[in-house]
């Protein structure tokens, strides 16, 4: 059961992230800036809780920190239609670099800041669920709540349909008089709040404390989990569930006596396991279904 | 019901005046068909028209009101509709997705599934058109796929239909059910504008024909006073010889097979398989539908793919295993159908990639360093022999136009003698003049004795050149006939195998 728990914990910034992260690639771009984002929301998340007091402060600033940080991403990569990959890594770096100077700034400290004045995220306890389910973040819930929601709207709306065409075949929407940049700028401003959340999460419930690299791989997780879905959200859940159990797994045996740089390795190992395992099961050219949407950029529209 | 004026349309690109002050009207209840060469400016007419280009002036005119039209929102909404040349379709949605996609029926802001569904059914009884609305567009053949481009603009509602080059990619017997669409919107009282090349199928279907050139006007006229020499000349400028035919005497019946291919399985899943030979001194035609197997029987002849069973043999020499570089050598020529992605290295200096596949040989290199003087020289005397317009050797080759593009690949197949040369789409975006200097070439590496296989979707192109012509279908031969049995007609019911 601790071990469910643990997943739980581990899945969540994961979910978050890579449900905005899926949207995003199906309207064709696939976002490489996750982690970056994550870490500063973290960042953000501690600075309006610290500042404003109460931790939904703290949400909303990580909220604003990600999105302000996704629209930066999509004016480089949807508008002025710049490399993905070099605007996503620069950014990833970036982010760094701005929580490391803001936190000498604010708080004249360098690799972590805590203190007793930050309002953790509250548990949610009631007296109706079994004993395992109780004492879970509210994160956990609003996660479920977003999944299900999501989950709706792709299946069963007007823009879930659009949203795939953007991806797919950006001139047919256009000529349909639907804007694919339109398209794209929604999902990743979805996309920032959702890893807003997430930072948010990993920095005022799953630890009260923001350690300088505290997103630990995580948004590159997400990414792993989006490829591996390739914009179809289920697959993506499915991903995120393997990772997050993996991770929780790995600090199970860290707890059992084995070494703990092998058992921390084990998520990383299984996304490289996933993502090979995937590509040989469906070798590129013949794959059935959808084509695969993002490859880098969107098209440029002369 | 609307006519169209369009008044002093320009639109530039870069230095490029794409069109011309260009003034055109389309009555109602008529079809206007709007021809010239490749890069003629049809195009764009067109897309400013539905408002994907903003022009640089012009107006237009909708039943005499000016009209702004900024996007193909505005488009459609003042009954425009458009048939593009690269289908506007999205493969992984079912049919009628497609259909409403952009006005679809909603409760609240769900998506009207059923609502959409029982629409589209009903539109496509009223026109008699049988395609299952829940399938996949990516299982559809391409004609399917240009009715189901139709039925959006029905669904909107268009009464001004733009058809951008439709027919390039319909076999004959689907070009007439195209007319007979465009016959009955004429009588339903909307415009039709059909935008072509192809003068025969211009002048069966058009009650009235604009030509351009170079982006501008040349002149209007009613199908009445239209002939297809009196087009051409319009178009080009000048008169074009027509290829001559190959000559039955030039036929070297007797000769030995250069190419044989024994059971060679096109697509990976295909049981049996196609064989044949191609002869020194014959054009072998492949005539067929788009994605029957052309490309495939491209890649495995040269290589590009690995053949999974079957055999090829070139001049004797089995050379199914053998590597891209034996296959040349052993006297393999190859004109790509796509020459900016096989052909050419875009991004490299046309001296460059005129000795392609050729830098190893002596005459151009010492060791491992390039004879540039000896390179040079080859260079400027092909680019004279065969034409080519490039300011000088060192600019990138992805800079020249297409039919100066196909030339350079041309010239750098054909100069080293080939004994078997596959030809797939020579003349695909080449421009009358081009496309008969294209044809001449190909004729005289026959009338050398050299072995030909010429893959082309144009079947006026198929019958005009080749001794014999072989239909895919399926990643299989229909049928494999001597010129003298091949009727248009005739092939056209085999690319589709509705006769036997």
């Given amino acids: 059961m601790e071990l469910v728990r643990a997943s739980i914990r581990m899945v969540t910034p994961l979910l978050f992230t890579a449900l905005g992260g899926a949207w995003t690639q199906q309207t064709g771009i696939l976002n490489i800036g996750q982690e970056g984002a994550m870490l500063l929301a973290s960042f953000f998340a501690i600075l309006g809780n610290y500042l404003l007091g109460g931790w939904i402060a703290g949400v909303l600033c990580a909220i604003a920190a990600s999105l302000a940080y996704n629209i930066l991403f999509g004016l480089l990569c949807v508008t002025l239609r710049s490399n993905i990959w070099v605007v996503g890594m620069t950014m990833n770096i970036l982010a760094d670099d701005i929580a490391m100077i803001l936190m000498k700034f604010f708080f004249h400290t360098k690799g972590g800041f805590r203190d007793p004045s930050i309002v953790p995220m509250p548990d949610i306890s009631l007296p109706f669920l079994p004993e395992w389910l109780n004492g879970l973040s509210v994160a956990v819930w609003a996660a479920i709540v977003v999944l299900v929601v999501m989950l709706r709207i792709d299946r069963s709306t007007v823009f879930g349909l659009r949203l795939k065409c953007a991806g797919e075949n950006e001139d047919a929407l256009a000529s349909a008089g639907v804007s694919p940049t339109r398209m794209r700028y929604v999902a990743l401003l979805v996309n920032g709040v959702l890893v807003g959340a997430a930072g948010a999460y990993l920095s005022t419930s799953y630890l009260v404390a923001f350690v300088v690299g505290m997103s630990a791989g995580r948004g590159w997780i997400a990414v792993a989990a989006v490829i591996f879905g390739n914009g179809h959200l289920g697959w993506t859940i499915v991903g995120v569930c393997l990772f997050g159990l993996a991770q929780a797994t790995g600090i199970e045996l860290q707890s059992h006596g084995f070494s703990s740089h092998l058992a921390l390795m084990l998520p990383y190992l299984l996304v490289v396991a996933v993502l090979v395992a995937k590509q040989w099961r469906l070798p590129g050219r013949e794959r059935p279904g959808r084509s695969a949407p993002a490859q880098g950029n969107p098209r440029h529209k002369r | ?500």
Avoid: W
């Fill in chain 2, 1 to 500: 019901m609307p006519s169209l004026s369009i008044r002093g349309l320009s639109k530039t690109f870069g230095a490029l005046r794409a069109v011309d002050d260009f003034p055109f009207d389309a009555a109602s209840a008529s079809i206007h068909a709007l021809v010239g060469e490749n890069g003629a400016g049809k195009s764009t007419v067109a897309r400013c028209l539905y408002g994907m280009y903003r022009p640089d002036g012009g107006e237009f005119l909708l039943d005499g009101k000016t009209v702004s039209i900024r996007s193909p929102r505005d488009a459609m909404r003042l009954g425009i509709g458009m048939v593009h040349q690269h289908f506007m379709l999205v493969p992984s949605l079912s049919v009628f997705e497609n259909v409403v996609l952009g006005n679809e029926p909603r409760k609240g802001v769900r998506f009207a599934r059923d609502r959409a569904l029982d629409e589209v059914r009903e539109l496509m009884d009223r026109y008699s058109m049988d395609i299952d609305p829940l399938a996949p567009v990516r299982t559809l053949s391409v004609g399917l796929r240009q009715r189901l481009e139709i039925l959006k603009l029905l669904y909107r509602r268009a009464t001004l239909l733009v058809f951008d080059e439709p027919t390039a990619v319909l076999a004959p017997e689907e070009i007439l059910g195209l007319f007979d669409i465009f016959s009955t919107f004429r009588d339903e009282g909307k415009t039709v504008i059909f935008i072509a090349h192809n003068l025969s199928e211009v002048l069966a279907v058009s009650d009235r024909i604009t030509v351009m050139r170079h982006g501008r006007h040349v002149a209007t006229m009613d199908r009445a006073g239209a002939t297809p020499d009196l087009l051409t000349r319009l178009m080009v400028g000048r008169n074009v010889p027509f290829p001559a035919a190959p000559g039955e005497d030039a036929l070297l019946r007797s000769s030995a097979p250069v190419l044989e291919i024994r059971d060679l399985g096109l697509f990976p899943s295909s049981k049996e398989g196609v064989s044949f030979d191609v002869r020194g001194g014959e054009i072998l035609g492949i005539a067929g539908i788009t994605g029957n197997g052309q490309k495939e029987l491209e890649d495995l002849l040269t290589g590009l793919s690995p053949v999974r069973h079957g055999r090829i043999l070139l001049s004797g020499t089995d050379i199914t295993r053998r590597p891209v570089r034996e296959r040349r050598d052993t006297g393999m020529a190859f004109i790509p159908e796509d020459r900016l992605r096989t052909g050419l290295a875009p991004l490299a200096a046309v001296r460059d990639n005129a000795i392609l596949g050729h830098h190893r040989e002596t005459r151009f290199r010492s060791g491992p360093f390039v004879r540039r003087g000896a390179v040079g020289n080859f260079v400027r005397t092909l680019l004279a022999s065969y034409g080519i317009a490039a300011a000088h050797d060192a600019i990138q080759a992805g800079t020249l136009s297409g039919g100066n593009m196909q030339r350079l690949v041309m010239a750098r197949e054909l100069e080293h003698s080939p004994r078997f040369l596959l030809a797939a789409q020579p003349t695909r975006g080449v421009d009358i003049g081009g496309r008969a200097a294209i044809h001449e070439r190909l004729l005289s590496l026959r009338r050398d004795g050299g072995a030909i296989l010429l893959i082309s979707a144009d079947l006026d192109e198929i019958l005009s050149l080749s001794d014999r012509i072989a239909v895919l279908l399926g990643g299989l031969f229909t049928a494999v006939l001597p010129r003298s049995d091949a009727s248009r007609d005739r092939i056209g019911a085999l690319m589709l195998a509705s006769a036997k």
